[in-house]
T-cell receptor
Framework: DAGITQSPRHKVTETGTPVTLRCHQT?????MYWYRQDPGHGLRLIHY???????DKGEVSDGYSVSRSKTEDFLLTLESATSSQTSVYFC??????????????FGPGTRLTVL | GNSVTQMEGPVTLSEEAFLTINCTYT??????LFWYVQYPGEGLQLLLK?????DKGSNKGFEATYRKETTSFHLEKGSVQVSDSAVYFC?????????????FGKGTHLIIQP
């Protein structure tokens, strides 16, 4: 299994509070991604990073920010959590230089509940 | 834009039955295609992939063939087991080896009964 961990694995918070989710990898892959999984929607891309300090928006980026100060860590921040951000969040990594098919490896997920 | 359509289910089958989960896509160019599987409480795992027309991906008894003419990538297995119960996602990579993320279908929940 690819070395990807996410923390916390579960979190319950209140509307309006800031929340930061962490993704950590030990594979030295250049690209990292944050997705959210919701019933009836599958997985949708929030943000991704193609290197240290290089990030870009995905399909559902509103209300989220990211940072990547080291190759191994990719942080997802909800500045002011809302109930619509209740979801399961998955981190993924890839290294296109070694796989032209852009295969992605996924972390175990973080279940976030915003009350 | 790019999109993936798959049956959502749940799909309920008896053990040893034949499985087909349909997947069709809309994309510009020639995307790579994937099937991922998610077991309860876990993240997604790559099941199989195909990068060009007529390629067949296979793994663990599952197969899927990249059909450009019908823009499809249907997942099949000849004899399912209870342990195959999971959610299956069809996905495409339109960035041609780049890193813009994958586009996923909504997922198909498969339930295999003994």
């Amino acid at each position: 299994d690819a070395g990807i961990t996410q923390s916390p694995r579960h979190k319950v918070t209140e509307t309006g509070t800031p929340v930061t989710l962490r993704c950590h990898q030990t594979e030295n892959h250049r690209y990292m991604y944050w997705y959210r999984q919701d019933p009836g929607h599958g997985l949708r891309l929030i943000h991704y990073s193609y290197g240290v300090k290089d990030t870009d928006k995905g399909e559902v980026s509103d209300g989220y920010s990211v940072s990547r100060s080291k190759t191994e860590d990719f942080l997802l921040t909800l500045e002011s959590a809302t109930s619509s951000q209740t979801s399961v969040y998955f981190c993924a990594i890839s290294d296109p230089g070694t796989s032209v098919q852009n295969e992605q490896f996924f972390g175990p997920g973080t279940r976030l509940t915003v009350l | 834009g790019n999109s993936v359509t798959q049956m959502e289910g749940p799909v309920t089958l008896s053990e040893e039955a034949f499985l087909t989960i349909n997947c069709t896509y809309t994309a510009t160019g020639y995307p790579s295609l994937f099937w991922y599987v998610q077991y309860p409480g876990e993240g997604l795992q790559l099941l199989l992939k195909a990068t060009k027309a007529d390629d067949k991906g296979s793994n663990k008894g599952f197969e899927a063939t990249y059909r450009k003419e019908t823009t499809s990538f249907h997942l099949e297995k000849g004899s399912v087991q209870v342990s195959d119960s999971a959610v299956y996602f069809c996905a495409l990579d339109y960035s041609g080896g780049g890193a813009d993320g994958l586009t996923f279908g909504k997922g198909t929940h498969l339930i295999i009964q003994p």
